[in-house]
């Protein structure tokens, strides 16, 4: 069931109404919760409903034990249950058959001629986000940061919450947790928030994402060879600003749904490409994942706190992570290890050049420096879109045979490449504005804006439903 389908609208109105009829009683609400996120979850899949289930029951069994044991080795043992069931999970479906490969290419360079064993599994959508979703909660529980939570269907309603469910963002546990037993609430300032969020979101996917990927970003993409070189960078550009689109659209219209629940799901997006360095950039895209990564990986393996070359193999390993977390394929791994190299970069040079974080750039030098971040992300970006390195590698090397037409892409696609980009690096108040002036508003007015906003969004969406970029990871 995807965001910007009227299947969703309607949904997420049925459950909305129920969820604050059933506001006194905490039972009936978690309990919609879960039937509501089991049946938005089965309409990908029906069947896969019960991986997710069994995992928040394992999850959910181990954390309890492991709370209750005060002997840290048994405790170790339990955590380390939790995480390799998880893990195995996801490797099964995601990168079972990427693994194979690469062992019987291995084996191949041997001389032993061994064909790699295939699982024709259809990958469960969003099993990237809840594996790790449920990993930070055993995890957590085993830290002490939490207590594990003893109301299965509390942990349930957290486990399988539909709006962040399939693209996150990646929720921890102790913050949703203690939102499931405050007493619901919504404002008509947060009514309206969400509104707003949901509406601002469903433009960024199908004004913008949508149009840019069907005019322009497939169609290069899918044949190059009828491009000229200016077109694939232009491409780059529409497909840069497509996947930011996309998935901060995703993340507006979960938010937006949360808070018509009367719940707050973190930013995953704060102007990415506003970034100064590489590590900036990570700061503001898919902010719970390097989050994620950030907490549970790079600290325990002494994040910053050793010496150089033990905090730069820290950094290539977090980022190796983030690469494969998108994807089972060696575009994804040279994706991350191409941000890793460049994070151990930027922290040599600012190590070296003695700055500090009270340092203040010129102006000309931090536009030359979100220039040059912009670029580093738009080139990586090739990996991202092209399935294969030697796609990756046409792309490349067409893009620089130097032809500069650009008589292919239409003047609309310009014109919203442009804007989108121009809209992109305004001040970020003017969202804020924009946001509390819809809020403002008489709720009859608020009506006319949410159907005016529909019916432009009906007439210039893609007569075929897109789906959403990052339920492929």
Not at 184 to 207: D, H, M, R, S, T
């Amino acid at each position: 069931m995807l965001f910007h389908s009227l299947d969703y609208i309607l949904f997420l109105t049925i459950v909305v109404g129920a969820y604050w009829a059933l506001a006194r009683w905490k039972t009936g609400r978690f309990s919609l919760l879960v039937l509501a996120s089991c049946r938005f979850y089965m309409v990908w899949n029906p069947y896969y409903v019960t991986l997710l289930l069994g995992s928040a029951v394992y999850d959910w069994s181990i954390a309890r034990v492991m709370d209750r044991s005060e002997n840290p080795r048994v405790r170790k043992a339990w955590l380390f249950l939790s995480i390799s069931g998880n893990l195995a999970l996801l490797g099964t479906f995601k990168y079972f058959n990427f693994l194979a490969t690469v062992m019987s290419d291995g084996l191949g360079l041997l001389g032993i001629d061994l064909p790699p064993p295939r699982l024709d599994l259809l990958l469960p959508v969003g099993i990237s986000f809840f594996t790790f979703q449920a990993m930070a909660y055993t995890i957590d529980v085993y830290r002490r940061r939490i207590p594990a939570c003893h109301n299965f269907l509390k942990y349930l309603a957290f486990g399988t919450f539909f709006p962040q469910l399939v693209s996150g963002p990646i929720v921890k546990a102790r913050e949703f947790l203690p939102q499931l037993d405050a007493p619901p609430n919504l404002p008509p300032e947060k009514a309206a928030e969400g509104l707003f969020l949901i509406l601002l979101g469903l433009a960024k996917k199908v004004a913008i994402a949508d149009y840019l990927g069907v005019n322009l970003v497939n169609r290069v993409f899918d044949n190059p060879g009828a491009f000229t070189s200016l077109e694939i960078l232009v491409a780059l550009y529409g497909y840069t600003m497509q996947i930011y689109c996309d998935f901060s659209g995703y993340t507006d219209v979960a938010r937006g749904s949360a808070m018509l629940l009367g719940f707050h799901l973190p930013e995953n997006f704060n102007r990415p490409y506003l970034a100064a360095s590489p590590a900036q950039f990570w700061r503001r895209w898919h902010i719970t994942l390097s989050g994620w990564l950030r907490e549970y990986v790079y600290y325990p393996l002494g994040g910053s706190h050793c010496s150089k070359t033990r905090t730069y193999l820290n950094l290539s390993l977090t980022f190796f992570l983030i690469g494969i977390w998108h994807g089972a394929g060696w575009n994804f791994v040279v994706y991350g290890t191409i941000h890793g190299l460049a994070m151990v970069a930027h922290r040599y040079f600012y190590k070296k050049s003695g700055r500090t974080a009270d340092t203040v750039d010129p102006r000309w030098l931090h536009v030359l420096k979100v220039f040059g971040t912009f670029h580093f992300v738009v080139f990586s970006r090739i990996l991202f879109r092209s399935p294969t390195l030697a796609g990756a590698g046409a792309l490349l090397g067409r893009m620089f045979q130097g032809s500069t037409s650009t008589a292919q892409i239409p003047w609309q696609v310009w014109m919203l490449l442009i804007g989108t980009i121009v809209a992109h690096f305004t001040p970020q108040a003017w969202v804020h504005r924009a946001r509390e002036g819809f809020g403002a508003l008489p709720a009859p007015v608020v009506g006319v804006v949410v159907a005016m906003v529909a019916a432009g969004l009906m007439a210039v969406a893609s007569s075929d439903v897109v789906p959403y970029i990052y339920f492929q990871f």
